[in-house]
């Protein structure tokens, strides 16, 4: 229950979703699949490459776990309590196949990558096991698993990037989309298991991404969200003799494709942030000024047992960097409290660096012990679980705090808003998001707008997580 505290979603508090097209006719598949995603972005972005990948074979989803032939599991295994909803909900689908017994049930991402096929001896009902980097193995896989055989691809691989794999956008609203690429990540932070779940890191092709958003433009969407687990290292060099693509470039290469194409990104590392990339995003209008700048702690001797190679000063200068050169831009934060050893006082310089920092928003949790990471082979989970959520607890309140306050000094300034469909309460109602990735909700007055466009927006009123506004003519 403290595990997260924004509305927002992420990691394994986003709650699992069954994806299915809206756009397919059922009728024209052989069989039906069903997959539900937990946990970060590039899990959802996976699923849409694993349903695009079904599609080809003759699969189509369905939303409706009842009619599946085959159940998918997308899971996460960032923290324990991550594992254990998707565990649960296993033992859901286990009933199901047990009225149903020719449906398969298929475990895929970072859990079976972390288990491997343990996993099959754990949890007797599941049929295949596959890892983020085996999804193009996934027909050969289910025809094993369709002759009795129990099917386990994990393998992890130094260049699968499904560069050319269109996916099949689920679920989506039509407006914004996730485009990912790069997959895995090199930088071993000592808590982490994404290393070892997602294996090395890797490029994918410029040319590859900037398609994949061409596309995605020219089919009426208005946002693309580059997605990767350290994007600022993304580094691809298209031929020996031609020049390398970095993140900055290939930012703005994204930008470039059209000027009403807003353009995000997630994740950056403080480390590899360059000005390079700030400047990038203060020349072009439609890259948005929000960077998620994950912190993790406030004090520099955990940050060093973290493995994170930044100071409590280096971050707090990286932090005064992206103000001074883009004054309008949005930062929030991931922080976890109780890592090995946090003392109060760690702790009080992580909440002084919130403070310092002003986020406008943060993801924050209490450490989670992960089996094989370098936390778990070095130092010992030493801070006893009512300290971890007591702290989790005072970070929470700080950030509330910070986060109503940012929403208060947004009031009287107008903002433009790509409208991204109807508000959550009312019908009457627009939402839609400002360049720095603030909710804002407004009356859709006698105007006639449709999601995807761009308005400008005065804001009235807020509470603690959304903007308030009315429309300006
Ligand atoms: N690649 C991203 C983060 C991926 S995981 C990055 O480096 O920013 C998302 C967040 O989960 C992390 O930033 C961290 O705050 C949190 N997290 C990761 N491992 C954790 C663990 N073992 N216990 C608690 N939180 C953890
Ligand atoms: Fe994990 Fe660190 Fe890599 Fe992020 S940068 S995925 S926290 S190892
Ligand atoms: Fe979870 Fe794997 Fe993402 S562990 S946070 S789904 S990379």
Redesign the pocket.
Known sequence: MFDLATTKV??EARQGEAFAPFDLDPNQFKRRFYIESYG?QMNFSDSEIVASILNEEGFGATRNVEEADLIFLNTCS??EKAEQTVRKRLTEFKKLKKRRPGTLVGVLGCMAERLKAKLLEEEKLVDLVIGPDAYRTLPQLISEADGGQKAVNVLLSRDETYADISPVRLNSNGITAFVSIMRG?N?M?S????PFTRGRERSRDAESIIRECKDLYEAGYKEVTLL???VDSYYYVPEADEAPVTFAKLLEKVALIAPDLRVRFS???PKDITDEVLFTMSKYENICKYI?L?L?SGSTRVLQLMNRSYTREWYMAKVDRIKELLPECGISS???TG?CTETEDDHKETISMLQYAQYDMS????????PG?L?HRRYTDDIPEGIKKRRLQEIVDVQSKLSHQSNLRDIGKTFKVLIEGDSKKSKTAWMGRTSQNKVIVFEKMHYDLKPGEYVLVYVNGCTQATLLGELVK
Do not use: K, L, W
């Open positions: 992420h990691n970060c960032i923290r990540c930088n932070c808590f982490c298991v994404v990767g687990q350290n994740t950056s590392h998620h994950p993790q991931d922080v976890i890592f993801y924050m949790f209490f450490y989670s012990e992960r990471t936390a």
